[in-house]
């Protein structure tokens, strides 16, 4: 398949392209044992899921673009911010991609097919600009409903939600000094410490997020199974997605059902998000819960508001 007609003369995202490529610099610093510490290691593990499930799989996919539950709205825009601090965009932003890609999968227009090429899929069609997806209408056609809020659009202006991001790696950071300093005492230590911190628990775990993410949009539309084969493209069941996402690999559930609060739908198809979902409805912070529901049609779901 061709790229999408909107990507013309290759021009690349310098932005993007180099923030990506910096990011996997710093992330090789992980390989000095000088910044390895257990603490930092834990810290990245348990970062995975508090900002990569709760942010991005809760707050940003199931949440924000499929409306798969309600919920308080401070307990919306606290996932929200989880998942801006994932640095994969602005809310809306993501949304508006996310609900394009699911009118148009493995089309030409789709913004990430990984029919196009593998790479393209998984993170190339980041660095090249597109114009259907790099202007301010993508997101008064397909996340109206977000930038329509102020809390949302402020997050889409002036970068900001860059700068909640460069916030809360600052505020690790400050943290992870100061407990440097009661854990050992020294200011070198501390330093050494707050260091290990963000390099493992900011940096590493942004970036295995990043591949976590793009990991559903290639590796999930070619290889695996489908249960729903009605769909019409080429998004599958993917084990290994599904495990190391959380339950997002179950790609073709989703694409079967997509307001669905759950991706997987057999008892063996584990998804831990949805089980996050069913405990804050036992707490009372999730509401109207959508269930799967095999006879929906494909087209179910808020791909396109």
């Given at each position: 398949m061709?790229?999408p007609?909107a990507v013309t003369?290759?021009?690349?995202?310098w932005?993007?392209s180099?923030?990506?490529?910096?990011m996997?610099?710093?992330a090789?610093?992980a390989?000095?044992?000088?910044?390895?510490t257990?603490?930092g290691?834990?810290?990245?593990v348990?970062?995975?899921?508090?900002f990569g499930?709760?942010?991005?799989n809760?707050?940003?996919?199931?949440?924000?673009?499929?409306?798969s539950?309600?919920?308080?709205?401070w307990?919306?825009?606290f996932a929200?911010?989880?998942?801006?601090c994932?640095?994969?965009?602005?809310?809306?932003?993501w949304?508006?991609i996310h609900?394009?890609?699911?009118?148009q999968?493995?089309?030409?227009?789709?913004p990430?097919?990984?029919?196009?090429?593998?790479?393209w899929?998984?993170?190339?069609?980041?660095?090249?600009e597109?114009?259907?997806?790099?202007n301010?209408?993508?997101?008064?056609r397909?996340?109206r409903?977000?930038v329509?809020?102020?809390?949302?659009?402020a997050?889409?202006r002036?970068?900001?939600w860059?700068?909640v991001?460069?916030?809360?790696a600052?505020?690790?950071?400050?943290?992870?000094?100061?407990?440097?300093y009661?854990?050992?005492?020294t200011?070198p230590?501390?330093?050494?410490?707050?260091?290990?911190?963000?390099?493992?628990?900011v940096?590493?775990r942004?970036?295995?997020?990043w591949h976590i993410?793009?990991s559903?949009?290639?590796?999930s539309?070619?290889?695996?199974?489908q249960?729903f084969?009605e769909?019409?493209e080429?998004?599958r069941?993917?084990?290994?997605?599904?495990?190391?996402s959380n339950?997002e690999?179950?790609?073709n559930?989703?694409?079967?059902?997509?307001?669905?609060?759950?991706?997987?739908?057999?008892?063996?198809e584990?998804?831990?998000?949805?089980?996050?979902i069913?405990a804050?409805?036992?707490?009372?912070?999730?509401t109207?819960?959508v269930r799967?529901d095999?006879?929906?049609?494909?087209?179910?779901?808020a791909?396109?508001?």
């Open positions: 061709p790229l007609a003369g290759l021009r690349v995202r932005s993007y180099v923030s990506i490529v910096l996997h610099l710093l090789m610093l390989f000095m044992p000088w910044l390895f257990w603490t290691l834990v810290m990245c348990l970062g995975l899921y508090v499930t709760l942010g991005v809760l707050g940003f996919h199931r949440l924000l673009t499929h409306r539950f309600k919920c308080p709205r307990v919306e825009h929200a911010i989880l998942g801006v994932c640095l994969q965009e602005g809310p809306a932003r949304v508006a609900r394009k890609h699911h009118q999968s493995d089309e030409r227009p789709d990430h097919s990984p029919l196009v090429a593998f790479i899929g998984h993170c190339g069609w980041l660095m090249l597109n114009r259907e997806t790099d301010f209408h993508l997101l008064q397909y996340s409903d977000l329509s809020q102020p809390f949302y659009l997050l889409e002036r970068l900001r860059f700068w991001y460069v916030a809360h600052v505020l690790i950071a400050a943290v992870a000094l100061a407990a440097g009661l854990l050992e005492g200011w230590a501390a330093w050494r410490f707050a260091a290990s911190i963000v390099v493992w628990g940096i590493v942004t970036v295995l997020v993410t793009w559903v949009n290639s590796l539309h070619m290889w695996g199974y249960t084969k769909t019409g080429n998004s069941n993917n084990w290994f997605v599904a495990l190391i339950g690999g179950w790609h559930n989703h694409h079967g059902d997509q307001c669905s609060a759950a991706h997987g739908h057999r008892w063996w584990l998804d831990v998000t949805y089980l996050t069913r804050l409805g036992a707490v009372g912070l999730a109207a819960i799967p095999r006879n929906q049609p494909h087209a179910h779901g791909a396109a508001k």
